[in-house]
């Protein structure tokens, strides 16, 4: 009986020993690695991305895809630049402005998805070169962002002791993660996720909510896409139209190491948050490790990707066993 | 006749599918505190008038009233908000989610904004056991068999509060006792005055059941009776649209075939086979021209056995001699290239591949074992697919039909079909009647009878005592995962099958 509850855990299970396996060696190998600091940047560098893979989460559970969240981070942040440096916005309203047609774009997406049945790679691929353009379309050059009111919340942060350092940027990310895991195990919207992308056919026939589901997970996606742009610009201090080219695929390995299937229908928030933290973790590993190029990540990336997709395989496949 | 009780009035509805007229000017009138039957063959448009009652599909011309007033709804979520709950033919729930959450999911109880899991959990078990049902309802749902599940999904249809029950073909996976017990809560929801709306193909439980039935022929309304007043065989002639004079001849015609002479000669011999955790140790010879049939209760065994022989599941200790060889069956490939076939329970998730055409589902199988590489050619697809579709009278405007537009017992004759057209040496077939209408049943039954007489080794499993009785030349009978003991010839009762398997431990 015991072991039922665990196969559906073990993606999880597994993410998390990665996790501490790539941390204990590094750990070992190098001074230094084990330290508050070290961890903490793990949160500061990887906020932007996390904060997308959150979204992405829902999006991938509800049995969908979304390509267009890179662009539409270049796209938040170019525009917020845009709108503080040449027409003088103040900072706050030019954020707000971004994360509500960020959630606008998501929104309009989601609606093709459910009202036309078009499949959300082909949307969402659309949304990601209109994005892309419209971002160039803005400014074809990177604008600098400097504003007291910006500077602040830059500044703003708190010290955790040992020269650790919790910025504004980190705890948003930390913010949406617990708002996730909220959203995802205490609410209908969550639950209704999980069943839509399990067999979206029974969804409909047990009443639930398809269409509103669905659209809400784009438009919650679009959303945090462009805090996410946000988050970028303000750990860049720019915004710059070519950021995160490729940032998409970054996003949809991290929530799959995360454990979250990729047929949909199985996954959760936390498991996400270790996807990401290993993205992280490798990257730190090979910047210590200091001979190696920096692409090394992606190979890293790609074979750990391999083990976890064969990982789901096989579960799955035992799981219909049963 | 109470007028003013009257919940649903559905007045010539009509619906029209490309190249299927599914309704033709139906009506319907469900009164509060009644068990209405509907009744028809496959593809007569039961499931069809549930589906368009519901919202699930629009419905052509007609009209519905509910509780009197004009009444339109353009989803099942509608349909819940105005207090009908519905059970659909196939099994609709989320595998992947608890026992728990599937019965609540969209109704969950909230508490400071948050979801209740204690509640749900508590609730959950409460409400399972209505049903007579002990399970861990924290477990996902798909870890459980088609029959729990099947009561997992009436469990959610009866928590939703609702003034109408619809239940399309509820019991089509349970035995006797969970039909009792679900029978049991739906009397006492009928004296709540809650209207029920019943779909069956077991004359028995019409007959014990509902207090009128409607019924339904090719899509055409045939006419309401009262169950009391109705005979059955003239409700059995209203279904088929014969007279009952030539029905009950083919009725005896049927019967005559049983006596037949076999040359027994052995194809299978297993001999111990195990496998931990799902079936004891059993010995089983299955001889060519025999039918070998599997008695006993859901859970005993009997859909393990048929995993077992076809290389579904791999067995721990045992042997099997095929031929008197000693054969290994690894996987289902193994099996079908020694030529068995296995029509599985589950058609839903392990038979029908929805979105292709009733031919393609039915050429399978055949291309399978053939490979890829020799694919068979168009005309040959068409003769083989037809052939079957006029042998088992599966309704479909073609045979390029999208599977999932046949009605619920015309895709399980589709699967059928299937393992015929590979013409095996060994057929499989779990439960291969449920859902299947009178007329088609003793057709398949007559089938099974006559493919034996050709040499083929069947082995059948049926939760329905009679037709294991009526069709098989030795039955093995299983209670909790083994086999207790083997009857044959004049010992094939339905008394000494019960006693059997309510017989205390023959193991000692
Ligand atoms: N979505 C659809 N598209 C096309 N044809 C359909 C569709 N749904 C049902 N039909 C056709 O409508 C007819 C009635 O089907 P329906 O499912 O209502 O039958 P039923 O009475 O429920 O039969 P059963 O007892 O086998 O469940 C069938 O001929 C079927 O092929
Ligand atoms: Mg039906």
């Known amino acids: 009986m015991k072991l039922h509850l665990n196969q559906k855990n073990i993606p999880l299970l597994a993410t998390i020993a990665v996790f501490l396996l790539i941390y204990l060696a590094g750990s070992v190998l190098y001074s230094n690695f084990f330290s508050l600091r070290v961890f903490v940047n793990l949160f500061i560098d990887n906020a932007f991305v996390g904060v997308i893979a959150i979204g992405m989460t829902f999006v991938i559970i509800s049995g969908g895809i979304d390509l267009s969240v890179g662009s539409v981070v270049a796209l938040a942040g170019v525009l917020a630049a845009k709108m503080m440096h040449d027409f003088g916005v103040h900072p706050i309203l030019a954020f707000s402005i971004c994360l509500g047609l960020g959630a606008m774009f998501g929104m309009i997406m989601g609606c093709l998805i459910h009202f036309f049945e078009l499949p959300p790679f082909l949307v969402t691929l659309v949304g990601m070169f209109l994005a892309r353009g419209l971002a160039f379309l803005v400014s074809l050059n990177a604008i600098p962002i400097k504003h007291p009111v910006v500077n602040a919340i830059i500044d703003f942060g ?79 201090s720019s915004g710059y139209p070519l950021a995160c080219v490729g940032l998409e695929l970054d996003v949809i390995a991290a929530v799959v190491i995360g454990g979250t299937l990729l047929s949909g229908g199985s996954g959760y928030v936390a498991g996400t948050l270790i996807g990401v933290l290993i993205l992280g973790l490798i990257q730190t590993f090979i910047t210590f490790q200091g001979t190696l190029s920096s692409w090394w990540t992606k190979i890293v990336i790609g074979v750990l990707l391999f083990v976890f997709i064969l990982l789901q395989r096989y579960l799955s496949k035992a799981g219909a066993r049963r | 006749m109470d007028q003013n009780n009257v919940l649903i009035d559905i007045k010539r509805v009509s619906k029209a599918f490309p190249g299927v007229l599914a309704l033709d000017q139906v009506n319907l009138c469900l009164r509060g505190g009644e068990v209405h039957g509907l009744m028809g063959e496959n593809g007569a448009g039961k499931s069809t008038l549930i589906k368009v009652l519901t919202g699930l599909y629009p419905r052509d011309t007609g009209e519905i009233l509910f509780e009197g007033e004009p009444f339109s709804l353009s989803s099942p979520q509608e349909a819940a908000d105005h207090g009908l709950s519905t059970l659909y033919q196939e099994i609709n729930l989320i595998p992947a989610l608890s026992v728990a959450e599937n019965i609540y999911i969209g109704r969950e109880p909230m508490r400071f904004g948050r979801i209740d899991w204690k509640q749900i959990n508590g609730d959950a ?73 019943f779909v069956t193909h077991f004359i028995d439980q019409v007959y014990e059941i509902t207090d009128r039935i409607t019924v339904l022929r090719n899509g055409a309304f045939i006419g309401e009776y009262e169950t009391q007043k109705l005979p059955r065989i003239e409700l059995i002639a209203h279904m088929l649209g014969k007279d009952p004079e030539t029905f009950s001849l083919e009725q005896t015609a049927g019967k005559t075939q049983q006596e037949k002479t076999k040359t027994g000669q052995t194809l299978l011999d297993v001999k111990q086979l195990e496998r931990k955790g799902s079936m004891m140790a059993f010995d089983l010879t299955i001889n060519k021209g025999e039918v070998l049939g599997l008695a006993g209760l859901l859970g005993s065994g009997r859909t393990e056995i048929a995993r077992l022989l076809f290389g579904i599941d ?17 996987s289902p490939r193994k099996a079908i290239s020694h030529l068995f076939a296995f ?94 209408d009178v007329g088609a049943k003793a057709e398949i039954q007559k089938l099974i009878l006559g493919l034996s007489e050709d040499g083929l080794a069947i082995l059948f499993i049926s939760s329905e005592l009679e037709e294991v009785i009526a069709c098989c030349d030795r039955i093995a009978v299983l209670r909790d995962r083994k086999i207790l003991s083997e009857l044959s010839g004049e010992a094939i009762e339905e008394t000494n099958i019960m006693q059997v398997i309510a017989s205390k431990d023959v193991n000692q």
């Open chain 2, 343 to 436: 029509c599985p329970e589950n058609r839903k998730e392990e038979g029908i591949i929805e979105d292709l055409t009733v031919r393609e589902n039915i050429i399978l199988a055949l291309q399978a074992r053939q490979g890829i590489f020799r694919p068979l050619s168009g005309r040959r697809q068409s003769e083989i697919a037809d052939k079957y579709i006029e042998l088992l009278d599966i309704k479909t405007p073609s045979d390029s039909q999208a599977v999932k537009n046949l009605s619920g017992g015309n895709q399980q004759k589709v699967i059928i079909a299937r393992w015929l057209a590979t013409e095996p040496r060994f057929l499989i077939l779990d439960e291969p009647t449920r859902g299947i």
């Open chain 2, 125 to 197: 078990s409460l409400a399972i056991r209505k049903l007579d049902l002990d399970i861990d309802v924290t477990q996902p749902v798909s870890s459980y068999s088609v029959a729990i599940q099947q009561l997992v999904a009436i469990t959610r249809a009866l928590e939703i509060s609702a003034k109408v029950l619809i239940l399309d073909e509820p019991t089509s996976s349970l035995d006797l006792a969970e039909v009792a017990q679900l029978f049991k809560v739906i009397r006492k929801l009928k004296e709540d005055g809650i209207g029920i709306l």
């Open chain 1, 158 to 236: 708190i010290p955790l002791g040992f020269r650790a350092w919790l910025p504004a940027t980190a705890m948003i990310f930390i913010a949406v993660t617990l708002v996730g895991i909220y959203l995802q195990h205490y609410t209908r919207f969550g639950r209704n996720t999980y069943a839509i992308g399990s067999s979206e056919q029974s969804a409909i026939l047990m009443g639930l909510p398809v269409g509103r589901t669905k659209i809400l997970v784009y438009t919650f996606n679009g959303f945090l896409s462009a805090l996410a742009g946000v988050v970028y610009s303000l750990y860049t």
């Open chain 2, 314 to 330: 791999r067995s721990h200790k045992g042997t099997i001699l095929l031929d008197g060889e000693e054969t290994v069956i690894s």
